[in-house]
């Protein structure tokens, strides 16, 4: 099988600054002061100054910017023994709230592309703006939206469902922040063609497309995302950890 999970947690190795090693497995906590907690990582708003990792087989891992004062890392160090008490610690230092996702690993081969999903093309742009236009009526589309479709036509697999003469429902591609040879997988549906199982079948699709290009798929979600969590789980992928940040 090839090391998909073994890229994964490269993936989120480095973007936790530690070594792949430790998030594969590690049996008491540790904080990492690591640089990349003040770099502004492609695909993210702002630096994250806190960010923490566990799995079942990880105890937890905090990365955390040096320029954070050592006095509240030792005390926090020294006063709470789990990860919980961690993030409790820091939300009362920082007046702030973690935001956890899972982060998945894909476990099998891909499912070849469903009858009915569509690899989109440079030629279909019309189509997905009008697709973007519909479920965000309140963004500026106009500045970056045919740069970031062409952005994606280059990076990953796109796959989308037509009906009723339009796109309504497509995976996308996010930006990652390393050039490591990984695509996120995302999928939005319109809210009138949801529960027909059009998610599941264009994020199958693109996964196997991923894999095709010599590329390992990425599936990440909200913690509290059970859909998220469900599709993910139907096509192939299996749960790594949590990853919560500051």
Known sequence: MPGWKHITEAYYAKLLGAVPCIVSHCDSLAFIPAAVRDEHLRGYSSPVQLCTYNSPSCAGIVSYSPSIDECVIDTIRSECATLEAIHGAFEKVFAKKFHASRKFFLAKTPDAAAEGTKRLTPADYPAY???????????????????????????????????????????????????????????????????????TMVSAAAAAGIVRQGKT???????????????ALHIGFNELGVMSSL
């Not at 989308?160 to 591609?173: E, K, P, S, Y």
């Not at 798929?217 to 599709?231: D, M, Q, V």
Request: aromatic share 14%; glycine share 6%; hydrophobic share 35%.
């Open 129 to 199: 703006e009008t697709f973007h236009r519909t479920l965000f009526p309140n963004a500026h589309q106009e500045e970056w939206l045919s740069d970031y479709y062409r952005s994606m036509m280059e990076r990953a697999s796109i796959y989308g469902i037509f009906r009723d003469g339009m796109l309504v429902c497509t995976t996308d591609a996010p930006d990652t922040p390393f050039d490591d040879p990984v695509v996120e997988i995302g999928v939005n549906t319109l809210p009138a063609y949801r529960g027909h199982g059009f998610a």
């Open 217 to 231: 798929p990425l599936w990440s979600c909200a913690y509290s995302n059970e859909a998220s969590r469900r599709i």
